[in-house]
C-alpha cells in the first residue's frame, strides 16, 4: 500500500497567450524536486484543471510525469462532478504512470453521503491506482463525513484523505477512524501544524510553488517530533499562508506572487482574474516583509 508522508506541492499550470506553457511547466516541476519536495499535484485547484480541457488536463498530467522523471510521487487531480469523467481520467493517470490519484468530492451536483459513496467505491473498483480523496466543501459545497471516509478507507485502493474542512475536529475523527495506514494530508497550509500534531503526515501544498524549502523544513521538524522548531517556522509562514487564500481566491495570489518573484507563469485563465492593484501592493508588502531574500523586491 502507498504511504504518502511529506510535502507536495499543488502545482499551478503556466499559461501563456491562452495555451498551456509547457516549457515553464518544466521549469516548475524542476525547481521544486530539486528544492526537496516529496511529490508534486498536477491539476488540482492550484492548477486551474476546471478551466483545462480534457486534451490539457491529461497532457498537463503525462508532461508533469516525464518532467519529474522518476524524483518524486506524482499525485494526478482527476476529480470531477460526473463519475464517468473522474473514472475516465483516473483510468489515464493509471495507464502514463501516476503514482496516486487526487479525487475532489464532486462538486454542484450536491450527492448525498451514499452518493458520494458510490462514486468514489466505483474509480477504486475500477482503477489499480491509489486514490487520495479531497474534502474541500468551500470548493464543493458537501462535506465527506469521517464515517463516510472510514466505509471507503477500507478499499485497498482508497489510501488517504487531503483534509481541507478547517476542521481539526474532522481530521481527528478520520484519524480515529481510520487508523495509522490511513494517511490524511493537510489541505490548507496555515493548518498543517495543527493537523499534524493530531495525525496527519504532510501537506499538499499552494505556498511550496514560491517557498517549497520553507514548508519543507517545517514538514520535515513536525515529522521528526520537533514541534517548538515547527512552530517556529509556521509563526513565521503564517501571514503568507492566509494570504494566499485571503488576498484573492486560490491560484490568483500564489500566481501573482511568483510574478512579483520573477518566476512569471503566465497568465491566470478566465473567469479567474487578475487582483485589483491595492490588493497586489499588499502582496508585495507581505512579501518584502516576509521573504525579501527570496523574492527580490
Given at each position: 500500500m502507498?504511504?504518502?508522508?511529506?510535502?507536495?506541492?499543488?502545482l499551478v499550470t503556466p499559461f501563456r497567450n491562452g495555451v498551456v506553457d509547457y516549457d515553464r511547466l518544466r521549469t516548475n516541476v524542476d525547481a521544486q524536486l530539486a528544492a526537496g519536495v516529496d511529490g508534486l499535484v498536477p491539476c488540482g485547484t492550484t492548477g486551474e484543471s476546471p478551466t483545462l480541457s480534457h486534451e490539457e488536463h491529461r497532457l498537463v498530467i503525462e508532461k508533469t510525469i516525464e518532467f519529474a522523471a522518476g524524483r518524486g510521487t506524482i499525485i494526478a487531480g482527476t476529480g470531477s462532478n460526473a463519475t464517468s469523467e473522474a473514472l475516465s481520467l483516473t483510468r489515464h493517470a493509471a495507464d502514463v504512470g501516476a503514482h496516486a490519484a487526487l479525487m475532489v468530492n464532486p462538486y454542484y451536483n450536491k450527492p448525498s453521503q451514499e452518493g458520494l459513496y458510490r462514486h468514489f467505491m466505483t474509480v477504486a473498483?475500477?482503477?489499480?491506482?491509489?486514490?487520495?480523496?479531497?474534502?474541500?466543501?468551500?470548493?464543493?459545497?458537501?462535506?465527506?463525513?469521517?464515517?463516510?471516509?472510514e466505509r471507503l478507507a477500507k478499499h485497498p485502493h482508497i489510501v488517504a484523505d487531503k483534509e481541507a474542512t478547517g476542521?481539526?475536529?474532522?481530521?481527528?475523527?478520520?484519524?480515529?477512524?481510520?487508523?495509522?495506514?490511513?494517511?490524511?494530508?493537510?489541505?490548507?497550509?496555515?493548518l498543517t501544524l495543527p493537523l499534524m500534531s493530531v495525525g496527519a503526515s504532510g501537506v499538499i501544498s499552494v505556498l511550496t510553488n514560491l517557498l517549497p524549502e520553507r514548508v519543507v523544513e517545517l514538514v520535515k521538524?513536525?515529522?521528526?517530533g520537533d514541534f517548538d522548531t515547527a512552530r517556529q517556522k509556521h509563526l513565521a509562514l503564517f501571514p503568507l499562508f492566509k494570504a494566499m487564500l485571503t488576498l484573492a481566491v486560490n491560484p490568483v495570489t500564489i500566481k501573482t506572487a511568483l510574478h512579483l518573484a520573477g518566476r512569471d507563469t503566465g497568465e491566470i485563465r478566465l473567469p479567474l482574474c487578475e487582483m485589483p492593484p491595492e490588493d497586489r501592493a499588499t502582496l508585495k508588502?507581505?512579501?518584502?516583509k516576509h521573504v525579501?531574500?527570496?523574492?527580490?523586491v
Open positions: 502507498l504511504h504518502l508522508a511529506g510535502t507536495f506541492t499543488a473498483d475500477a482503477v489499480d491506482l491509489p486514490v487520495v480523496l479531497y474534502n474541500i466543501p468551500g470548493r464543493t459545497n458537501i462535506t465527506m463525513t469521517p464515517e463516510t471516509v476542521s481539526i475536529d474532522i481530521a481527528s475523527e478520520i484519524k480515529m477512524r481510520c487508523g495509522d495506514d490511513f494517511a490524511v494530508l493537510s489541505g490548507d497550509d496555515s521538524a513536525a515529522s521528526d508588502t507581505l512579501l518584502q525579501p531574500e527570496a523574492v527580490g
